[in-house]
């Protein structure tokens, strides 16, 4: 095995994303960054770069221990990445308002913005 491997072929090698295509679609969308910068789909990874996939909303941080570019069996893989990623809250919160209750009000409408982060 080599010394680097293409993001995309290696997010897909781990089995981040379930299709090739589906890696460089992320890529290209701006969903993937290695070291901080976007990445392209085919931008080199090397052992020790950091990568962060957002996926479903989170972001998932993977560090590359050995750059792969083909499926491989998952003892394999666990010895290719380390997962980063700190552990989410298993309940989201899920604000709803009843059916029918008309407009916000002014203060209702302050509240939601606060508890969407729009302060």
Known sequence: MSG?????????????????????????????????????????????????VRIHGFDRILVVRQPIAKRVGAALVAASVEDRTPERDPTPVIAQRDRGAGRPTKRERREIDRFRGRE
């Open 4 to 52: 680097t491997a293409r993001v995309d072929a290696w997010l897909w090698a781990i089995r981040v994303y379930k299709t090739r295509t589906a890696a460089t679609d992320a890529c290209r969308a701006g969903h993937v960054r290695v070291n901080g910068e976007r990445a392209k789909p085919a931008q080199p990874v090397r052992p020790g770069d950091e990568l962060r």
